[in-house]
């Protein structure tokens, strides 16, 4: 009988591999998304609605992939992650045919909450998995950014482009959970 728990082993190295391809392509879908964003810089109408719900149908697969793979405690929360993310895709749809502030409120809203949920699975990770802690980081200020989108939407003349500077965070952040997966990976 062993008197070792499983909170002192430290993770096998192989722990979260399987992450990497899948922050690869969160990085460069954020990219690319967010470069789009940048440059016709959306107002409102079915153009902008169709791409302003490609990001969350976006990680919506990604985070679907994420949960096959996943164990069961993260599991739940990442099905109600995609889940989210399906329901934020209409809701943007919908939003980008009427204002603005109604699409960075719906923007904010999913960004919290998201966020809330991204924190949460990544903190239940960090024991078994390596590289987790930049998607502690990126939930917590996911949730900030997300409360700055409600409130920026009040402003005297909101715009749309702050969106691709969040999307462009998400990248960063999983690059670093990328290169800090790979290089514990070595260790």
């Given at each position: 009988m062993s008197t070792t728990t499983?909170?002192?082993?430290?993770?096998?190295a192989s722990a979260g591999r399987e992450q990497v391809p899948l922050l690869l392509a969160r990085a460069l879908v954020a990219v690319a998304w967010a470069l789009v964003v940048w440059l016709v810089a959306p107002g409102v109408g079915w153009g902008a609605a169709i791409l302003l719900?490609?990001?969350?149908?976006?990680?919506?697969?990604l985070v679907g992939l994420d949960a096959r793979r996943s164990?069961?405690?993260?599991?739940?929360?990442?099905?109600?992650?995609?889940?989210?993310?399906?329901?934020?895709?209409?809701?943007?749809?919908?939003?980008?045919?009427q204002d603005v502030p109604s699409v960075l409120r719906v923007w904010?809203?999913?960004?919290?909450?998201a966020g809330l949920g991204q924190f949460v699975?990544?903190?239940?990770?960090?024991?078994?998995?390596?590289?987790?802690?930049p998607l502690v980081a990126s939930g917590g200020l996911s949730c900030v950014v997300?409360?700055?989108?409600?409130?920026?939407?009040?402003?005297?003349?909101?715009?749309?482009?702050?969106?691709?500077?969040?999307?462009?965070?998400?990248?960063?952040?999983?690059?670093?959970?990328?290169?800090?997966?790979?290089?514990?990976s070595r260790a």
């Open positions: 499983s909170a002192t082993v430290a993770p096998p719900a490609l990001y969350p149908v976006a990680d919506l697969v164990g069961a405690t993260a599991r739940i929360g990442l099905v109600a992650n995609a889940a989210l993310s399906a329901l934020a895709a209409v809701a943007l749809v919908v939003a980008a045919t904010g809203v999913w960004a919290v909450v699975v990544a903190l239940s990770r960090r024991r078994v998995r390596r590289g987790q802690w997300g409360i700055g989108f409600v409130v920026m939407a009040a402003g005297p003349a909101p715009v749309l482009t702050p969106l691709a500077g969040y999307a462009l965070a998400g990248a960063v952040f999983a690059l670093v959970g990328l290169v800090r997966l790979r290089s514990s």
